[in-house]
């Protein structure tokens, strides 16, 4: 029989090919397992690829959005966000006109008072603010002033006009030395032609109280009034509606009045035949009447009026 030596060693190299392509493929099929175990492991990794922005390969970690029927685009359920509307906030008081400001005697429209009576000092209490210090004396009357009762006085321009709405804010001290004052003196009106009588309110000293008193078309009653204390400053704040129909609210030291029927308003004839024949002017002042005593000191801060309570600072 004839013997073909070369067929084992054929055989021999093909099972060597075998086995290499054997060994060949589990490196392959295992290099590719462990690759898969790393990205499970790391889904969250970031790569970047030539040419691509990065919020391009970020878009595996982009939440799942929200359809109306409340799941997912991955099918999964989903909870919406929170868009209840916020309950809408208070408005804010608008700003306002400030219509004027007397914080020096040049401020004021006119001086209705003796040479000197009214200057300009630092607050007595020490703040360092500069003040109006008004001093009038026994005979500081007509031809010296406008009336046979001694006064001082300094006048708003007379900007108030009939159905005006305004409001009015200024402060006084009354020194420790101020004597008893038995009748009437005068602190703040607001007040015009025809000056036919007295303004229809004011607020005053009388004894030892601090009224706010109304004239004779309301029989010359006090709506208010508080015990006189000297050595501070009293802050007042009112809010007219200037009219023949008008009404009066006012803060005292930043409180409210309350009138006698329980109400913060008072009805009245802010305008009358006393102040009704043309613009009004507000005015602080002593005015008192003749004879009390020979001279007598009160201190004012600023006389402001305004459209608005913020306007004036209050």
Request: proline share 9%; charged share 20%; net charge negative.
């Amino acid at each position: 029989m004839w013997f073909d030596r070369r067929r084992p060693l054929r055989l021999a190299a093909l099972t060597a090919i075998a086995v290499a392509g054997a060994l060949a493929l589990a490196q392959l099929v295992a290099a590719q397992m462990i690759d898969h175990g790393e990205r499970a492991a790391a889904p969250a990794r970031e790569y970047k690829r030539p040419g691509l922005a990065r919020h391009q390969l970020a878009h595996q970690r982009r939440p799942a959005s929200v359809e109306p029927g409340g799941r997912g685009s991955d099918g999964a359920s989903a909870t919406a966000p929170n868009t209840a509307p916020r309950p809408p906030e208070a408005p804010a008081e608008p700003a306002g006109n400030l219509l004027f400001r007397g914080a020096t005697i040049a401020n004021f429209a006119a001086l209705q008072a003796a040479p000197e009576a009214i200057t300009e000092v630092l607050d007595p209490l020490g703040s360092g603010e500069t003040v109006f210090k008004v001093t009038v004396h026994n005979d500081d009357v007509y031809p010296v002033t406008p009336t046979e009762n001694p006064r001082a006085q300094a006048l708003s321009p007379a900007i108030i006009e009939p159905g005006d709405e305004f409001w009015l804010k200024t402060k006084f001290l009354i020194p420790q030395n101020f004597p008893n004052v038995p009748t009437w003196l005068s602190l703040v009106s607001i007040y015009g032609p025809s000056y036919d009588g007295s303004s229809p309110w004011s607020i005053k000293v009388a004894g030892q109280r601090i009224e706010w008193q109304r004239n004779g078309t309301y029989g010359w009653d006090i709506p208010w009034s508080m015990p006189l204390e000297r050595d501070r400053w009293i802050t007042i704040l009112t809010h007219e509606s200037f009219a023949t129909d008008g009404w009066i609210e006012m803060w005292v030291d930043d409180a409210q009045v309350i009138f006698p029927e329980g109400s913060p308003r008072i009805s009245m004839e802010t305008m009358d035949s006393s102040n009704d024949g043309g613009p009004n002017a507000a005015k602080i002042m002593q005015y008192r009447e003749a004879d009390l005593f020979e001279s007598a000191t009160v201190y004012f801060g600023p006389l402001e009026l305004g459209t608005t309570r913020t306007a004036v600072g209050a």
